[in-house]
């Protein structure tokens, strides 16, 4: 399924950061961030944010978001 980073990447989306600022977070480049997000999208069968966040929610991928 998602890797963990992508997961932590969506964990962070969920509690309301930007893509820059999930850059920042993790110390990695904001490109990074963006291939992160698109694999989880393909993985997840989403179009946005806000459908892979739901989405992992509802597979129980974040924990306590």
């Keep these: 399924m998602l890797t963990p980073?992508?997961?932590e990447v969506?964990?962070?989306l969920s509690r309301g950061l930007?893509?820059?600022q999930?850059?920042?977070t993790l110390g990695v480049s904001p490109n990074t961030v963006t291939s992160?997000?698109?694999n989880a999208?393909?993985?997840l069968d989403v179009h946005t944010a806000a459908a892979a966040v739901?989405?992992?929610v509802e597979?129980?991928?974040l924990g306590q978001a």
């Design 22 to 24: 999930v850059a920042i």
């Design 36 to 38: 992160h997000i698109k």
């Design 18 to 20: 930007s893509y820059a």
């Design 54 to 56: 739901m989405r992992a």
């Design 41 to 43: 999208y393909r993985k």
């Design 5 to 7: 980073r992508e997961v």
């Design 10 to 12: 969506l964990r962070h």
């Design 59 to 61: 597979l129980q991928l």
